[in-house]
């Protein structure tokens, strides 16, 4: 599993680990269980890739098996996904201020 395909999934599986760990610690109800299914689709792709694979995101499988709609379409998702998670973050943090 040591390939520069997972160069990029590791760091993203655990900053939204983290966040979603961060968001339970400090009692964040709503964001916590935004973040609980994304977190756990991260993690559920990367156990789930198959012994001699490069890695999740595969060009060759990719493109012999047809993939290349279902990866965009699932990039697509988690590009919403962060941008609305961005402005509830920045709705968040500006209401902290406010109030304090």
């Known amino acids: 599993r040591d390939c520069m395909c997972f160069r990029w999934v590791i760091p993203e599986l655990i900053g939204q680990a983290l ?15 935004l973040n609980l299914p ?7 792709r990367y156990v789930k890739v198959p012994m001699g694979n490069m890695g999740v ?6 493109h012999n098996r047809g993939q290349l709609k ?7 998702i ?12 920045l ?6 201020l406010i109030n304090d």
């Open 91 to 96: 709705y968040s943090m500006i209401l902290a």
């Open 57 to 62: 995101f595969d060009p060759t499988e990719i």
């Open 19 to 33: 966040a979603t760990v961060l968001m339970l610690v400090s009692m964040h109800w709503f964001i916590f269980l």
């Open 38 to 44: 994304v977190a756990s689709w991260n993690i559920y």
């Open 70 to 76: 279902s990866h965009m379409k699932e990039a697509m």
């Open 78 to 89: 988690k590009l919403g996904f962060h941008l609305l998670c961005f402005f509830i973050y």
